[in-house]
């Protein structure tokens, strides 16, 4: 990992610069650095999420079974001795915080990624290396190939789309968007997010509105439904809505039925792997509103819920649009 303190009119240059050593560490020292790292972090796992990682393991090395997707998952297992993060798929191998530049403005504390060529800012108190690890995380979750990847065929948001993003933490799949978005609404409730969404949103902040609220199916001093939040002459005109908020997407669902039920041009992307049955009450939630609904590709194992058990996989997103009379 490399960090540079600079503005940005000299970043290109810098980067390129980096990219040349990078790869003669990765000649000589192949994947020895990224091995260490990955080492450490095995090393900061406790006995118990450590013996509940073998557990999984093991379960999926038993398993007998055609399913080309859970194969995919015990191959994975079976040439790897370490944790897979959440995505248990050989696509996360490519992924290396030793990839990734930090840089900084003159007088500014956030430190800021180079993303599709924008830039993508994180919270003050973040050192780089956790910029780096947590923005490698983002790059694994947006993989074609990840669980959790939004976009898809006839999920990507078009020119002058109005796109709102629940949930929004760094704001990096409306980011994707900003250019061609017609207005982006980001929630987000995390204080430690608000500064560095302004940051990254500047360039566009005519048409980016920050919403400091949590999205629900009640409407008080902290909590909004889409429903009432959207005056109903706006509500036809969403065209996307993506929520990733922590197990409360069903709530959400619940308090934007006047959005569901009337709204004929919107597309949702869901996250269905905080709970155990998320993926089915969402799927038979849009169902019921006339929504055609697919899963992401593959599954994720969710470590972090210690109530998991057999066969501990989950969907990561369920995508969900209209049916077009």
Request: net charge neutral; proline share 3%; glycine share 4%.
């Amino acid at each position: 990992m490399r960090v540079a303190g600079t503005e940005h009119k000299n970043w290109s240059i810098e980067m390129n610069l980096s990219h040349k050593i990078k790869d003669c560490i990765r000649w000589f020292v192949p994947y020895g650095i990224i091995a260490h790292r990955r080492t450490k972090l095995q090393a900061t796992l406790d006995e118990q999420n450590f013996q509940f990682f073998r557990t999984i393991k093991n379960y999926f090395l038993s398993l007998s079974t055609n399913d080309p997707e859970l194969l995919e998952i015990i191959n994975y297992f079976k040439t790897f001795n370490k944790f897979p993060y959440w995505y248990p798929y050989i696509f996360t191998r490519k992924y290396h915080t030793l990839d990734i530049d930090v840089f900084s403005d003159k007088g500014v504390k956030t430190g800021y990624v180079i993303h599709k060529n924008k830039r993508l800012y994180f919270p003050e108190k973040w050192d780089n290396e956790s910029i780096c690890a947590y923005y490698n995380m983002m790059r694994m979750e947006q993989d074609k190939d990840s669980p959790h990847c939004y976009e898809a065929d006839n999920f990507i948001p078009q020119e002058n789309d109005v796109i709102v993003d629940i949930g929004a933490a760094e704001g990096i799949w409306a980011l994707d968007y900003a250019e061609k978005a017609g207005k982006i609404y980001l929630f987000e409730c995390d204080r430690e997010w608000i500064k560095a969404l302004k940051k990254t949103f500047e360039p566009w902040k005519e048409k980016v509105v920050i919403v400091r609220k949590y999205v629900s199916n009640i409407d008080d001093e902290k909590n909004v439904t889409l429903d009432n939040y959207f005056k109903m002459e706006e509500r036809d005109g969403i065209n996307f809505i993506k929520a990733d908020i922590e197990g409360m997407e069903i709530k959400l669902l619940e308090g934007s039925k006047a959005i569901l039920a009337n709204n004929k041009n919107l597309k949702l992307l869901i996250c269905s792997y905080h709970s155990k049955n998320d993926a089915v009450e969402i799927t038979n939630i849009l169902k019921k509103n006339d929504f055609i609904t697919e899963n992401s590709k593959g599954y994720m194992i969710p470590y972090f819920d210690k109530s998991l058990e057999e066969p501990y996989i989950r969907r990561g997103i369920i995508r969900g649009r209209k049916i077009i009379i």
